[in-house]
């Protein structure tokens, strides 16, 4: 074929770039593409230099594994190059694998026999013992020189020092993969956070650096683990003929070996094999990219021999890919059931793990100025199983002009209420907690929870059928409910439709504090609730109350002040408030409280447990607290008594264990008199 000047010019960017990223990856452990784009970059040199054989040199990435090694270790001599492996990634091309070995082998009717186990995704490296200790430990670097990390490896537990039993070669060499495991890896970096240092980005970066510090005692305290795969040179001892035997030996030495191994006949087997490792990926405690198969005859593995850069008899079959990169359109905002809003990258769509993805979390705004991710950004975006797709970070090198960070909106991009964040708090939430449609559901639902307004028969299921069949907005249209709609839902007939309406009237007889709590304010439980009602004495009072006036309230911090301020400051919410009051809804007057200290029981804590003849928990509850007692769900030494009614249960035993008073009913009414 003849070359071109765009051919040449292609050629040469190919090798540039894959160099680049040879070193980004292999000496910098600093990838900044993803596997998928680098064996795309890879695969096409692959083609041009096949295509045009003359344009084939020495130095070209295909005829080398990785990137010269850093300066700072010395540099080691492989006796036998660590070369790399061919990849397939899909059915066909692993038949065609097969298909060359029979040719190769003059064996077409039998079953070759392969060796499989999962790809780690880590660090390769060489182990050299002689008279079974361990003399040297190096990186592949090159795959003809690589590091000295003899003092690094020492420090891993799963490496021995020295061999198990007595009879091994006088001399021989060991290649695995050291890694860190999922669950490591998350310790790492959140210790890595609580000391302020830089996160790592994946555990295959995490085990690459820490193998590749200058100070060893850092090393040790990393989570690493070595699983060897193979041989280098071996002398002065007769090894067995079978790779998967090999490996058996290798563990009796005292190697660990993947706990997935296993020796198969047939390319169809393999495929298989492939498929049930596939499924149980997001399972597996460290990460894996793909499946590796050997030719598990070592006799034919020599027949076969090797190309420049990879033997004949191995190969990677690849997983799809978890990560790709594409471009960042756009961001939206979406509100969860909780009023918080998460920022969502609008994609380029893009095949991710075998599924198509448009868009992908980024989890909150902090997230977003960490990463530095700005709209037109490409960016790498990562699915693992059934989690949803997240973009991982951007690829500030591909970045062009001059890109804007995402910005959160200052109105809810749902009911237009206002959007505020807690000081020292991640999440921005939307503040029209009673008109948010996205936000009515948990909103009714606590309205009529049993410490709220209380209104029986109205559970989370019957919410749901209101809400999805339009029958109900927000809590505002629950005392417009008529019996007939009511009859109309799924199980409820119309005896169940005319108790729930009764609920309805009698819950809107209550008091100040629950009605508060009921609002379902953010942070304001039930006790805060009691401390407003209290305070203020009204609903126009506490409505009317500035931040500094609301933090003068017993319990009452700063951020829980900017929340009922930033909840009574939206008019839609308030409107609400006034139409549940127009509908009847009611409570007795409350008489402030100047003092609380100066209250009969100020300073004791209480605990209620049993039935009580004639009065709820909830309401024994507030009659000890309009004495000034606090009233708690737990005994302790602290607690002043338990008040027991019929069937009270554990908690008289504690007390009795503590010393605690126990208190009847009758001691009890005694008590509040």
């Not at 503040?431 to 996205?438: E, H, Q």
Request: net charge negative; proline share 4%; with cysteine.
């Amino acid at each position: 074929m003849t070359v071109t000047d765009k051919i040449l010019t292609e050629i040469k960017q190919l090798r540039d770039d894959i160099n680049k990223h040879n070193h980004q990856y292999y000496v910098l452990d600093d990838p900044s593409i993803t596997d998928q784009a680098y064996d795309q970059l890879f695969r096409r040199l692959q083609k041009l230099e096949a295509d045009y054989p003359q344009l084939r040199t020495e130095d070209s990435p295909t005829q080398r594994v990785g990137s010269i090694p850093a300066t700072h270790f010395d540099t080691v001599e492989h006796e036998l190059p660590m070369l790399s492996l061919d990849n397939a990634f899909d059915d066909d091309e692993m038949m065609a694998f097969e298909k060359r070995l029979k040719e190769r082998l003059t064996h077409q009717g039998a079953e070759l026999s392969y060796t499989a186990e999962p790809k780690l995704d880590g660090l390769a490296v060489s182990l050299l013992y002689e008279q079974g200790v361990l003399t040297r430990a190096a990186t592949r670097g090159d795959g003809n020189r690589g590091e000295n990390i003899t003092a690094n490896a020492r420090t891993l537990s799963s490496i021995p020092l020295r061999l198990q039993g007595k009879n091994f070669p006088q001399r021989f060499e060991v290649r695995g993969e050291v890694y860190i495991k999922h669950a490591d890896f998350k310790a790492l970096n959140e210790q890595q956070r609580r000391s302020g240092a830089k996160e790592f980005a994946n555990p295959r970066n995490a085990a690459a650096g820490s193998l590749r510090l200058l100070d060893s005692r850092v090393t040790a305290s990393r989570p690493l683990t070595f699983c060897c795969y193979g041989l280098g040179i071996v002398e002065g001892y007769e090894l067995p003929v079978s790779h998967f035997e090999r490996m058996q030996l290798l563990q009796a030495f005292g190697f660990p070996i993947s706990p997935y191994i296993k020796c198969l006949s047939g390319i169809e087997a393999c495929i298989g094999y492939y498929q049930s490792i596939l499924a149980t990926r997001d399972n597996l405690a460290f990460e894996i990219d793909g499946v590796v198969f050997k030719l598990d005859d070592v006799e034919q593995q020599t027949r076969v021999g090797f190309v420049s850069r990879a033997p004949r008899w191995a190969i990677a079959y690849k997983f799809p890919a978890q990560e790709v990169m594409t471009k960042l359109l756009d961001v939206d905002f979406q509100v969860g059931r909780t009023g918080a809003l998460t920022p969502v990258a609008r994609l380029e769509p893009v095949a991710v793990g075998g599924v198509m993805v448009s868009n992908a979390t980024l989890h909150n705004m902090d997230e977003i100025q960490r990463k530095d991710v700005r709209i037109g950004d490409v960016v790498i975006v990562r699915r693992a199983g059934d989690v949803i797709p997240e973009v991982v970070s951007a690829v500030i090198d591909q970045r062009e002009g001059n890109l804007v960070l995402p910005r959160m909106p200052e109105n809810c991009p749902v009911c237009g209420s206002q959007v505020s964040r807690a000081e020292g708090q991640a999440a921005y939430r939307c503040s029209g907690g009673l008109v948010c449609s996205a936000q009515r559901k948990e909103a009714i639902k606590h309205f009529a929870s049993r410490k709220a307004m209380d209104i029986d028969g109205l559970g989370d299921k019957l919410v749901e059928q209101m809400v999805d069949q339009g029958i109900i907005d927000s809590i505002g249209d629950l005392y417009h409910l008529e019996i007939h709609q009511l009859a109309g839902l799924e199980r409820m007939a119309e005896k169940s439709a005319s108790n729930l309406k009764t609920a309805l009237d009698n819950s809107k007889s209550t008091t100040l504090a629950r009605f508060i709590f009921a609002l379902g304010i953010r942070e304001v439980g039930e006790t805060t609730a009691e401390s407003l009602a209290n305070h203020f004495t009204s609903i126009e009072a506490i409505q009317a109350a500035d931040i500094e006036s609301l933090q003068m309230v017993a319990d009452v911090g700063p951020v829980v002040a900017e929340n009922v301020y930033q909840f009574f400051q939206q008019e839609k919410n308030r409107l609400v408030i006034d139409n549940l009051i127009q509908q009847g809804v009611h409570w007795p007057a409350v008489t402030a409280i100047e003092n609380h200290e100066s209250q009969p029981l100020a300073g004791h804590v209480y605990v209620i447990t049993g039935t009580l003849e004639g009065l709820s928990r909830d309401q024994a509850a507030a009659r000890l607290k309009a004495k000034g007692a606090k009233v708690s769900s737990s005994v302790s030494a602290k607690t002043t008594a338990v008040i027991a009614g019929e069937k009270p249960g554990s908690k008289v035993t504690k007390a009795e264990s503590l010393g605690v008073k126990v208190l009847d009913q009758q001691a009890f009414q005694s008590l509040l008199e």
